[in-house]
């Protein structure tokens, strides 16, 4: 998914959106965290640059307490998703143009759904000859419940209060006051400082149900409500056609055998259809693609608003007429997502009128329990296509003929003897609804006798739901699927921290019913925050097996992204359009915002400098701790200092971000060059880095000057070093300067005793004991007159002088003052420092 910032206000190619957030059960207005992301690039817009992920989407305002939200927005492709403890997200696409946008109303499910508005509580309460009206009254304009409203029913006894949750459960005879069966009733909603809401032609039958949201209004006066579907305010089939067959027309129909029940639809296909999430609906429409305002709904939701606008929902109480309920179901759940799949316009997916599905809202225990019987069930074409199950009231004579449904050309002839003689009343293809509650209960249902077990049988027997929509759609080569759905049941997010400017992985935990393609989407702000980010390059589309599994997916943190905990909004995207990319030609699978999931720090770099130094000796370790994004100095930070992946101390960096740690060689440290690492462990604001670089490790350094009796110049005389520490020693021969200066580089260390000498000379060798490290300075004077060279001056020497007495040349051993001539000279040099040894 693309992100971009909001535009300026004054571009000149933006649209108002106008939001409002409610419970779909109860109708009161919520304020949930609201996500929206751009999607797709669009080269005319004043918000797109090249690095979309650069600037964050960030909705100044919150959602009120009414439950509105009125966005500004440039022209382009959006994804708008909301959420809030206790309910399920919600979610939708929205195209900017130049046309008005009409206003939205997104619903959300309740985890919990209402004692009053479950299933299983409301059959508790079926008594025969009475009804249930479960409503929840808000205030139009703050959208919050209402309490203290009085609850009447026109000519009956009895009345209710709503509660604190404006809600009301008012249970009633279906007979008025005179004890004459009634088919509707009227309702009085009253309170003062409140206009009057009267709720007419609310339909009732034994051990019925409605479950309404209702709004009213301040002020004075009286809004009135037809609350029948705008489906079953036409005529019903054979108002007034006999409940029997002649025998003539039966004889007939006996000859002719029902095709559709030879056998079950075609085998499935083996890739079913992907189910989206969400689905929008036109409201208060005059045509397919004129709705004057859209609201958004889960599928399921939609669908418990259509099934009992489309069927009667008193067939569910006829023995056996739930299997027209739940048939009825799946065809209106086909045909809504096959308008998700082909919407009627860029602003909503279907309308809510006969010209297309009706959708009022309203929901009973009935066809709610049909609907969750039929969960993912959908019917497809012959080729594998979602299908546009169409039905209409009475398919009797459409075309083919008494006692058969279809037309003969837009729709095959299906023999159906359930219907003989009964009117036409609709377009005659698909699903006949009259037909399905009557095979459902055997029953010969009709306008007289629509909600009755009293109805005559008709002796054809009965059908489940799955064989009732075989009935009718399987002709045609429909087949019936479970549609695929993918729930994100986990997402795990690595490294954490992560740092600005680098790349991590989202990891989903997904759980599927079937193998489909998804693409990963993903955007993340600052937890609570509106400040979205997204990485729409890094956006992957993923096969998904059947059960449960992990797909993984990069999301690039950009350089400037604020420090702190960021919350991670996770989507499953069905690429309806194939192109490739998440645009607003695709649906949502499934969505989810996980809080506090992402710790995303500033990046920081170490930067280490070589350094070197002798074993022993005191050097100092040096880092520099910066910010990755403007080099800025970090100071007050602790760093780490290690050598060879020891740790050998910590320092604070100063207010230039360096850090200094004084540090000595060890003596055991190997020669050459060694790993010094600086590591930086971060905070809540800043993410840990790590430099190295090379320390190298050098010899100790034995250093002075050798000084030769009875030579004012030792230059160019070559000394023997000789270097013995416990069972190793080492030599080195070295070329004395004017002032006898050597210098030599032990690998030796620690306790260690140093031998100079100056081989075939007769000055004697010197011995010193020394301690190695670092650098040692050591001077020597050896003295003369070791003419044989054996580490002493004794009689040998003192002979050799004797023997060569009176001799000259030059360099003559015995000469020791080297002045040409053995003489009383030398004689006295071994004389002064005779006894002396090495």
């Keep these: 998914m693309s992100l971009m910032g909001l535009p300026s206000l004054a571009s000149g190619s933006q649209q108002v959106v106008h939001l409002r957030f409610l419970d779909s059960i109860t109708g009161q207005s919520l304020t949930p965290r609201v996500v929206v992301v751009p999607l797709g690039v669009h080269e005319t817009s004043p918000r797109v640059r090249e690095d979309h992920r650069g600037t964050p989407m960030n909705l100044s305002k919150a959602v009120a307490p009414d439950g509105r939200l009125s966005l500004v927005l440039a022209q382009g492709e959006y994804a708008l998703s909301a959420s809030m403890p206790g309910y399920h997200p919600m979610g939708m696409t929205l195209t900017v143009s130049d046309e008005a946008l009409p206003p939205y109303e997104l619903y959300l499910d309740p985890i919990v759904v209402p004692q009053e508005a479950d299933t299983a509580f409301l059959w508790s309460l079926r008594r025969p000859g009475q009804m249930v009206v479960v409503g929840f009254v808000m205030d139009e304009q703050s959208g919050q419940p209402i309490e203290g409203v009085q609850v009447s029913v026109s000519g009956h006894r009895g009345s209710a209060l709503t509660d604190s949750r404006g809600a009301f459960l008012l249970q009633f005879p279906i007979q008025d006051e005179q004890g004459r069966p009634q088919r509707y009733a009227t309702l009085l909603l009253q309170k003062a400082g409140y206009r009057t809401l009267r709720l007419e032609q609310v339909e009732i039958w034994s051990e019925g149900d409605w479950i309404y949201r209702l709004r009213m209004t301040p002020g004075s006066g009286t809004d009135a409500l037809d609350m029948r579907s705008p489906r079953h305010r036409e005529t019903a089939p054979c108002e007034e056609c006999p409940d029997k067959q002649t025998s ?60 009992t606008s489309e069927w009667y929902a008193c067939w569910g109480n006829v023995v056996g007429g739930m299997e027209s309920l739940k048939a009825g179901a799946v065809a209106v759940r086909s045909y809504g997502v096959s308008f998700v799949y082909s919407p009627a316009t860029s602003t909503y997916d279907i309308c809510d009128s006969t010209a297309c599905q009706v959708f009022t809202g309203n929901q009973s225990s009935n066809g709610n329990a049909a609907v969750d019987a039929t969960t993912r069930y959908v019917l497809l074409t012959a080729s594998g296509n979602i299908a546009r199950a169409e039905y209409s009231a009475e398919n009797n004579n459409a075309g083919c003929g008494d006692g058969y449904s279809g037309t003969g050309s837009s729709w095959p002839c299906i023999y159906d003897p359930v219907c003989a003689g009964f009117a036409t009343n609709g377009h005659g293809r698909g699903m006949c609804q009259w037909g399905s509650a009557r095979w459902a209960t055997g029953r010969r249902l009709s306008s007289s006798q629509a909600c009755s077990n009293a109805a005559p049988l008709h002796g054809y027997g009965t059908k489940n739901w799955q064989q009732i929509l075989s009935h009718y759609y399987g002709p045609a080569g429909y087949q019936l699927v479970q549609g695929a759905t993918a729930t994100i049941d986990s997402l795990s997010a690595s490294p954490n921290p992560v740092a600005t400017g680098n790349t991590g992985t989202l990891a989903f935990g997904i759980r599927a019913t079937h193998e489909f393609n998804v693409f990963l989407g993903a955007s993340i702000a600052p937890t609570g925050s509106s400040n979205w980010l997204s990485d729409p390059s890094r956006d992957l589309r993923v096969s998904i097996a059947e059960g449960s599994q992990s797909r993984v997916r990069f999301f690039a943190i950009p350089a400037d992204a604020v420090a702190g905990t960021y919350d ?93 740690l004084n540090y000595t060689i060890p003596l055991s440290m190997p020669l050459g060059t060694n790993t010094l690492r600086v590591e930086y462990a971060g905070n809540s604001t800043y993410a840990a880095t790590a430099g190295s670089n090379g320390l190298t490790v050098n010899r100790v350094r034995v250093q002075g000057q050798v000084q030769l009796a009875n030579r004012s110049n030792p230059s160019g005389i070559i000394a023997r070093i000789d270097i013995e520490a416990g069972t190793h020693q080492e030599s080195f021969q070295v070329t004395l300067d004017t002032a006898g200066n050597y210098s030599v580089d032990t690998a030796l260390t620690g306790n260690a005793t140093i031998t100079v000498s100056v081989p075939n000379s007769a000055w004697l060798c010197q ?32 002979l050799r002088i004797l023997f060569a007495f009176g001799q000259t040349g030059t360099n003559l051993p015995e000469d020791l003052n080297q002045d040409g001539v053995v003489d009383d000279a030398d004689l006295l040099i071994v004389l002064f420092n005779f006894g002396r040894a090495c």
């Design 767 to 798: 011995r010193q004991s020394a301690y190695l490290s670092d650098v040692v300075s050591l001077n020597f004077s050896l003295l003369n007159g070791d003419v044989d060279a054996n580490g002493i001056i004794d009689d040998a020497d003192l």
């Design 568 to 660: 991670v909004w996770a989507a499953l995207w069905y690429d309806r359009n194939n192109s490739g990319t998440i645009n607003t030609g695709d649906f949502m699978v499934d969505d989810q915002i996980f809080s506090n999931l992402w710790q995303v720090r500033r990046a920081t770099n170490l930067l280490v400098p070589a350094v070197a130094g002798r074993r022993g000796q005191t050097i100092t370790l040096q880092a520099t701790l910066r910010q990755s994004l403007d080099n800025a100095h970090l100071s007050g930070q602790t760093l780490t200092f290690k050598v060879n992946s020891s740790p050998v101390g910590t320092a604070v960096t100063n207010t230039s971000g360096i850090a200094m």
């Design 248 to 307: 003539a027309g039966q004889a007939g129909l006996q000859d002719l055998s029902d095709a559709s029940d030879q056998g079950q639809f075609t085998p499935a296909a083996p890739a079913p259809i992907v189910l989206p999430k969400y689905i929008r609906v036109g409201r208060n429409c005059t045509s397919r693609t004129n709705c004057q305002r859209v609201e958004v709904y889960t599928l399921e939701t939609y669908c418990k608003g259509v099934i």
